[in-house]
């Protein structure tokens, strides 16, 4: 199968919507007026909710709303995992790869979704279905080799047999939601 590799660079950023910014300022109301950087996550994850990644364009918006300079909000964007910087798949497969995951087969269950999903750490399938990365320490080295689906779901003790019912699984539910919306 063919993968994506899509860049910020080559990604068409859309402006944010005049209810982003509603939600923007509900965030910066839950902090003293002299502290409304504090936002900046909130803000940032709403971005990606309404347009799916944060752009460096959207980081700008972001940076302006808030008094920042955009390098302190670029910064925000690389350190956290949960934030996208280009467009993703529908799922996001996050495969721990620190040190002690690596001990325990971290890396090489990010082998084995390469070779399941015909794409590299980093790409997105050509049906836009997956994105698979590496990610920083999850909190939970003892259950290796662990990894996020979509930022939230938290799947431990991976052998290759339950990677792959979970990418078929996740596979079936894409279908499954895609027929009935016809
Ligand atoms: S190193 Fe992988 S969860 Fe901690």
Redesign the pocket.
């Known amino acids: 199968m063919a993968a994506m590799h899509v860049t910020s660079s080559t990604a068409q950023s859309k402006p944010i919507s005049a209810e982003a910014k509603i939600r923007f300022a509900k965030e910066v109301a839950k902090f003293p007026a002299n502290q409304k950087q504090s936002a900046v996550m909130a803000c940032l994850a709403i971005v990606q909710q309404e347009l799916g990644y944060v752009s460096v364009e959207s980081e700008q918006v972001v940076a302006e709303y808030l008094g920042m300079a955009p390098m302190a909000v670029h910064e925000v964007t690389t350190f956290y995992n949960m934030y996208n910087q280009h467009p993703c798949g529908k799922f996001k497969l996050n495969v721990?790869?620190?040190?002690?995951?690596?001990l325990r087969d971290?890396s090489k269950a990010l082998q084995h979704l390469e070779g399941k999903l015909g794409i590299k750490m980093g790409e997105t399938t050509a049906d836009g279905l997956f994105t698979l990365q590496q990610?920083?320490?999850?909190?939970?080295?003892a259950?290796?080799p662990?990894m996020l689906v979509n930022d939230r779901t938290m799947c431990s003790f991976m052998t290759n047999d339950k990677l792959d019912q979970l990418v078929d699984s996740l596979r079936g539910s894409a279908s499954q939601s895609a027929k009935e919306q016809l």
């Open positions: 721990c790869t620190n040190l002690p995951c690596q971290g990610s920083e320490c999850l909190g939970a080295c259950d290796s662990v």
